[in-house]
């Protein structure tokens, strides 16, 4: 099946410090997702970008879907930031749709 | 919108236990899907329900079951628990096929003992 792997696993930086997590995949996909996981657990969507790039404030996230990769950058980081980032890529089997996810990266934000 | 709730929060059971977990989708998703996370293996697809009917199936033991109501709200049951089933599990909800549009509750914690 399809693999996904995420570096670094962990990233410890001062807060206004910008980052560049990276997401691989092995197969072409459907699409790709990216997620933040604050440290209680909750999982919030951060982008669908199958392809491009898409900014959200200081958030942004680049796709190249023919190398079979993705970017997700983070500006002037804050300690809210902390937490886990995972990406997440859609791809089917027979008829439905799942999610194949990388294993993450864990980012501290020191204040 | 309200988001999606999941019940309990957290949860301590002992081994060879059973355990049942609910989670209740956005309004007006018909998708609802659970996935069980751990620090050594990551985050792993259990199943999928839409519109009562399981969709989608992961590579999880039988011990691991769950059902739809047809008010999209599903339930997830573990029997004859296991150390190894401490989790924390979610779930995620969608108005579509699609799995990238899956919204996540806040989880459920289990701790088995």
């Known amino acids: 099946g399809i693999q996904v792997e995420q570096s670094p696993p962990d990233l410890i930086l001062q807060e206004g410090a910008n980052s560049t997590l990276r997401c691989n995949f092995s197969?072409?996909?459907?699409?790709l997702q990216w997620f933040h996981q604050n440290p209680w657990g909750q999982l919030i969507n951060l982008f669908y970008?199958?392809?491009?790039?898409k900014q959200n404030g200081r958030l942004s996230a680049t796709t190249v879907a023919t190398e079979r990769y993705s970017l997700l950058y983070i500006s002037s980081s804050q300690t809210t930031d902390s937490g886990v980032y995972f990406c997440?890529?859609?791809?089917?089997?027979?008829?439905?749709?799942?999610?194949?996810w990388g294993a993450g990266t864990k980012l501290i934000i020191k204040p | 919108k309200a988001g999606v709730t999941q019940t309990p929060r957290y949860l301590i059971k002992t081994r060879g236990q059973q355990v049942t977990l609910s989670c209740s989708p956005i309004s007006g998703h018909r998708s609802v899907s659970w996935y069980q996370q751990t620090p050594g293996q990551g985050l792993q697809f259990l199943f999928e329900y839409f519109s009562e009917t399981q969709r989608n199936k992961g590579n999880f033991p039988g011990r691991f079951s769950g059902r739809q109501f047809s008010n999209s709200r599903s339930e997830m049951n573990v029997s004859t628990l296991e150390l190894g089933d401490s989790a924390l599990y979610l779930c995620?909800?969608?108005?579509?096929?699609?799995?990238?549009?899956?919204?996540f509750g806040p989880g459920t914690r289990l701790t088995v003992t």
């Open positions: 970008i199958p392809s491009g790039t």
């Open positions: 995620a909800s969608s108005s579509g096929q699609r799995a990238y549009e899956q919204y």
């Open positions: 197969d072409s996909v459907n699409n």
């Open positions: 997440a890529v859609e791809t089917r089997r027979d008829s439905n749709y799942q999610l194949i």
